[in-house]
């Protein structure tokens, strides 16, 4: 895998994909890397995924779950590129389950930041509103990936913090965790500066009141590889302990955690599938690309 990071978008001009796929467009970002993925792919497809009826709509089709990998295969030898900007983390993962065992298959990822985030203008100014909101915690949510939580086995629940702390509060309810069971993994350093601020001051209460002062990790909230080599150093010292990864934070955050979910059979994903509000982002600051994610 070779991470690479541009100061815009026109720096990704002479790049060429035999596909590309992106998700819903909220704001102006997502349209930008569109626009980019048009004029750089041979073929674009729009991909969502319908929590409800468990299935997938690739363009103006749609996919059966247990359908995806044979949708994959259609593409071995070629170089794919996906917008995780606009793809939510459920649609990420779901994808790249269904590409990660085609063979000479290349998969490109592609991340714009935002310059800035809409904010509450009520919370002070540290309160980020990127959802609208919530369908909830769900075990087992998503067939394949998602796991139910075991009462009896050991396991190990790997938060990785953003600025909902609602968020947050739900998946520690959900959850019924002990303190030794809990890692909450900050990005630092943020986007921007002052940022990881933020994430702390959403959450703080809730992180008081169950005791978590002590279970913080740090990783760059734009390290996809840090955040795989995290989880690696973490599967070295708990090897029995069914891993769940709870995404609320930064999407760099999380495509580092699905590269690892994607090679551990003993991982879950722990995910609410919130609604992205519309406008909530302006601008674009870097941009990243992986090359070879599953290399």
Same mark, same amino acid.
């Given at each position: ?10 720096? !990704? ?13 909220? +704001? ?15 073929? %674009? ?43 939510? %983390? ?11 065992? %085609?063979?000479?298959?290349? !998969? ?22 990127? @959802? ?13 990936? @998602? ?124 995910? +609410? ?21 599953? @290399?």
């Amino acid at each position: 895998m070779q991470a690479l990071e541009f100061l815009d978008l026109s720096s !990704l001009a002479g790049e060429r994909w035999d596909a590309a796929f992106h998700g819903t467009q909220c +704001d102006e970002r997502d349209e930008k890397v569109k626009e980019l993925l048009v004029s750089a792919a041979d073929n %674009v497809f729009s991909f969502e995924y319908d929590r409800e009826n468990m299935n997938v709509v690739i363009g103006e089709g749609r996919v059966e779950l247990h359908e995806l990998e044979g949708f994959a295969s259609t593409w071995r030898g070629k170089r794919i590129l996906v917008d995780a900007t606009s793809f939510d %983390v459920a649609e990420f993962a779901i994808l790249s389950f269904a590409f990660k065992s %085609v063979v000479d298959l290349v !998969l490109d990822v592609l991340y714009a930041e935002p310059e800035e985030y809409k904010k509450s203008e009520d919370a002070g100014g540290h309160v980020f509103e990127l @959802s609208e909101s919530m369908l909830g915690f769900e075990e087992a949510g998503i067939p394949g990936i @998602s796991k139910a939580i075991p009462v009896d086995e050991p396991k190990l629940f790997v938060f990785f913090m953003g600025y909902e702390g609602d968020r947050f509060k739900n998946a520690l309810e959900f959850s019924e965790f002990t303190r030794a069971e809990c890692n909450l993994v900050f990005g630092v350093p943020a986007f921007k500066f002052g940022w990881e601020k933020n994430s702390l001051l959403t959450s703080a209460r809730a992180i008081l009141e169950n005791n978590l002062q002590d279970s913080f990790l740090y990783c760059g909230a734009t390290n996809i590889g840090g955040i795989y080599n995290l989880l690696e150093g973490l599967r070295k010292k708990y090897q029995d302990e069914v891993f769940f990864l709870v995404p609320l934070g930064p999407k760099p955050m999380s495509v580092g955690a699905i590269k690892f979910l994607c090679s551990d059979k003993n991982s879950s994903l722990l995910y +609410d599938h919130p609604a992205r509000s519309s406008n909530r982002s302006y601008g674009i600051s870097r941009v990243h690309l992986v090359r070879g994610f599953f @290399s």
